[in-house]
C-alpha cells in the first residue's frame, strides 16, 4: 500500500483525482498512521479540501496546486499556513466535524519534522540572515561613536521601512539611487562636523533674571508685565495653563560649532504650596515653532529655595539656530492683546536667578579630528599652500584670527611625506570604521584611493577627506556583512553591539572578540551584563521599546478639541511612563508577564492626575503601586499605547484588537479579504462601535478573524482616545432624547462639563470560550498562559536583534530560549541572555 501511496503522489495527477483514491483506501472516520507524507492527503481530503479548491476557495488559499514540496520556499511557507492554522484549532472551522486529537496531533507533527528540516537546510546553504544596511538611528549613532560627536544626519536619509513594526528587519532596508546620494551628503556632513578647521572656538553665556527679563521680555508685549515680572535682580514667569512664558538663549555662534554643551539653570518654584515646579528643557531649532519630539526632558525645580539644574546637550554644526527653552510657551505664540489680562501675580510661577551656558566641552583638536589626522600640526591652507610650493610663509598671527576668517581661510593639516601620513592614517581608521580587521585587500584599495590622488596634485586635506568619504559610503562601513553559517568573533560583536546599542562595538567588546573568546557562554553572558549596565543600554529603550510599543505615534496625532485635558506636559508624558517601565523590566529581571498586568507602573504628577491617582508630586517619573480601583497595570493600561491606537477622535475596537494580537499575544490575524466593508464609527455617538461590528462579524468572511480579534478590542473599550478610564462615551455635542448628558469630566474639575453618551461595554469571549465582563478579568483569561506573552517576546526580541522575521526553523531556539528563561518566570534580562547564546543569533 505504500508503494502505491507513493507512486500516486509522485504521479503527475491532480491533487483532486489523488484524494478521491485516498478517500477510497482510507476511509474519513479512521485514525491515519501518518509514517509517510502519503498519509497528509487523506486528511486534507476529509478536512480542508472542500472548502480550499476551485476557482474561489476559501480565504483565497487553494490546496488542489499544493505540493508536498519543503524544500521550495513558497511551497513551505504555504504548508506553514496549513500546519499553524490546524495546530490552534482554526482549522477546521468550529462549525465543521472535528477531526480526532490523534490525527491532529500525527498531522502537526509530520509536517512540523518536514517545514523544520527543510527550514534548517535552507539556513545553512542560504543562511538565515540577509546582510543588511545600517538604518538610519544607527547610522547617526555610529557616526556618533566613531567620531566623539553628535552629528544629526538622518534627516539626510530616506526614511527607513519596516517589517513587523521593526526598522532592523533586512528586508524592510531596501538601498536606491536615493540612498546613494543621501550617504555621500550625509559623509560630507559628518566629516564637516568633525575636522577641525579653525581655533578652538568657545561659547559662555551667563546672565541673571533681570538681565534676560530687560532684554528679552520688557516692551515686547503689552501684557508682559501681568506674564513675567523682575523681582530685584530675578524673573518670575507665571505658569499658566496654556500660555506662559519661555527662557530662551539663542546661541547662534557656538550652533556652528558641533559639540557638548553645558546647560546650568538656577531657580525655584514660587506659590506653589511647597510644592516642586515641572520644567520643561528643550532645544529648538525653528524660531517660533516648539516640537514636543525636541523636549530634553522636564526637570523639578524645587519650591522656596534657589536650586541649581544642570544638564548637557549635544549640539550639531548642521543647524544654523538653537536655543534652549524653559516653561513652556514662546513669546512668538503668544497673542498681540489689547485688554490687559488678569493678574498672575499670586498664580504658580518659576523664579529665574540665573542661566548659564557654555561648549563646546572637551579637547581641541577634537577626537574625531585626531582619528583622521591624528597629531599632524594645523595651519591655515594658505600657508600650507605656500609651504608646499615652496613659497614664503605668510607671517600673520592667524591664531589670533576671527571665526569669520577661518570661513574662506580654514586651518588644514600639514605633512611632511603625503604618502606614508596617509596611508599610516587611513590603516589605522578603517578597522575603527569597519568594526574590525579589515584585509589587506581592502586595505591597500583605500590607501591606493588615496595616492592616486595625491599623484594628481590634489592637496593633502583634500585628498584624504575623499578617502574617508568613500570609506564611509562603503559596504563595510553601512552594512553588517558575514557569510551564511557561524558568526566569527568580530561579527559577533557587531551583531550584539547593534542590538543592545543601536550602535557599533566598543574598544573593550572588540578586544574581546580580537582573543577569540566571545563565542563561549561566561564571555557572552559577562559582556550582554556589562553591555546593560551601559548608558548606551538606552537604545533598547528608544529603539526596540519604542517600535514594539508604537511610542513613536503617540505625538503624531493630536487628539480632538473635546478632550480639553490634554497639554504638552501631558503628551511628553505618556511615552515615557512606557520608557520608564519598559526600563524598570529590563532593570531588575522582572517577568514579561508584567507587560499585560502588574501591581505598579511608573508615574509623574502629571500623569498621575490624568489616573487620577493621588500623592504623587513632581514631574520625575518614580515607582508607584496601584490598586484595582485605578484600573492600571501592564502596559496595555499605558495612556500612551491608548493614545497610539486610537485616531484621536474615537476609539476603534478593531485596531486595537489587532494590535494586541501582533504586538502582545503573538497570533497576529490574517489580512482581511479584500472586499470587506469599512466600519464608520457614529461620532455623535448613537450607535456604538461594538453595535456595528456585531453586525459586522455575522458576515461569514469576517466572523473567524472577528473572533480574535474583538475580545482584546472590546476589553480595552473603557479608555478614551487619551488613555483616559471611561464608563460612557464622550461626544462633542448633545444627542436628543436624553442620550446624553453634559458631566464634569474625570480627574478634572477645573475643565468645563463634556458630553457623556452610551455607556461603555467591555465584556467578550475569549478564542477559548471564557467570558469576561471587563479588561481585569480579560487579562486574568490571557496569563492562564504565561508562556505565549512570553514566546512573543522572545519572537519580537530575536526579529529586532537578527535583522529577520522567524523562520520554522527558529521555533525549536523559541522553546529553547522559553525553557531556560521559565525558572526567572520569563524575566526580560533572561529572555536577552538567553537569545544571545542560541543558534539564531550565533548564526548568520
Known sequence: MKRLITALLCSATSMRTRFIIFAAIFPAARAFALDDRAALQPFLEAHCVDCHEGEKPKGDFSLETLKPEFGDAAAAAA???????????EMPPKKKERPPAADVKAVTGYLGSQLHAASLERQKVEGRVPSRRMNRTEYENTLRELFGVAVHVK???????????????????TVSPAHLVAYQRAADAALDAVITSSTKREFRESFTGREWFDREVKGKRKHVPRGAAAVGEIAVLYHQTQQHWELNVMPREAARTPGLYRVRLTAAARNTGGKPLPVRFGWEWMQGATDLRHIIEYRDVPAEKPATIEMFVHVSGRRSEHRIGVCGYTLQTLPDEKDTPPDWTNAPGLEIHRFE???????????GHK???GDLPLEPRTHAEARAAGNPVPEDDWQKWQPEQFQSNPLVPVTTDAQADAERLIRAFLPRAFRGPVSEETAKYYVGFAHERLAGDVPFAE?????YKAALCSPHFLFHLAPPGPLNDHALATRLAYFLWSGPPDAALLAVAAGGELRQPKTLHAEVKRMLADPRAEALVENFASEWFDLRKVLTMKPDEQYLEYDDELGWSLAAETKSFFREVLAKDRSVTEFVDSDWTMLNQR?????????VDGCEFRKVPLVPAYHRGGVITHASILKATANGT??????????MLERIIGRPPSPPPPDTPAIEPDIRGATTLREQIEKHRALPACANCHAQIDPPGFALENYDVLGGYRERYRSPLGLEGGKSALLPLPNYPEKKHVYFTAAVDPSGITPEGAAFADLAEYKRALLRDPEQIARNVARKLLTYSTGTDIQFA????????LTAAKPSNYGLRTLIVELVQSRAFLNQ
Open 79 to 89: 504548508w506553514v499556513r496549513v500546519h499553524d492554522k490546524i495546530a490552534s484549532g
Open 155 to 173: 534627516e539626510l536619509l530616506p526614511e527607513d521601512g519596516s517589517v513587523g513594526g521593526f526598522d532592523t528587519v533586512a528586508s524592510a532596508l
Open 357 to 367: 551656558i557654555e561648549g563646546p566641552l572637551g579637547e581641541w583638536p577634537s577626537a
Open 371 to 373: 582619528l583622521l589626522f
Open 463 to 467: 585628498a584624504m577627506r575623499s578617502t
Open 607 to 615: 500623569l498621575a492626575k490624568h489616573y487620577g491617582i493621588p500623592g
Open 650 to 659: 474615537y476609539t476603534s475596537p478593531i485596531k486595537r484588537g489587532v494590535w
Open 810 to 817: 527558529d521555533r525549536e531556539v523559541l522553546e529553547q530560549i
